[in-house]
């Protein structure tokens, strides 16, 4: 399984290798989605994998260094109102939007984290967020 979370490190655990350790320790894997580092404080979204019990471990494991809240949220596109313009495309800040060769809009949804950006840009309003 899936899980997608934001992250706030607290600022005293900015130089440790929390995201290595929870690795290493817990036996998930992490891809960091997004990630804003400034001397005092992290901000990161991740997308952990692995089995429901080893992704409660390092969801566990990650609190003891910051504060983590999981990310329900997903775009669904109407595809009958979608006219593949690309107005969304630059608006997306994972870079999950792209056209494919054929000049059709393609949304990488299983990584979207529901920031919204691409909703309010599509003139069209072809997409929606859900719970
Ligand atoms: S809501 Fe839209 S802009 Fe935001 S991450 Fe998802 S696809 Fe990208
Ligand atoms: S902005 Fe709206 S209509 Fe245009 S490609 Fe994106 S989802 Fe489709």
Known sequence: MRKRVYYWTHSEHINKPVISETIL???????ILKAKVEPQEAFL??????????????LSYLSKFGDVEEIKK????????????????TQC????????????????????VGCKN?????????I???D
């Open 74 to 89: 997903v775009i669904k596109r109407d595809y009958e109102k979608c006219v593949h313009c690309g107005c969304c495309i």
């Open 25 to 31: 320790k817990t036996g998930v894997n992490i891809n």
């Open 45 to 58: 979204i991740l997308e952990l994998i692995g089995d429901e019990e080893k992704i409660k471990k390092a």
């Open 118 to 126: 691409c909703l309010k840009a599509c003139p069209f309003k072809a």
């Open 93 to 112: 800040p994972l870079n999950i939007i792209y056209m494919d060769d054929e000049y059709n809009v393609v949304f990488k949804e299983e990584e979207c």
């Open 128 to 130: 929606e967020i859900i």
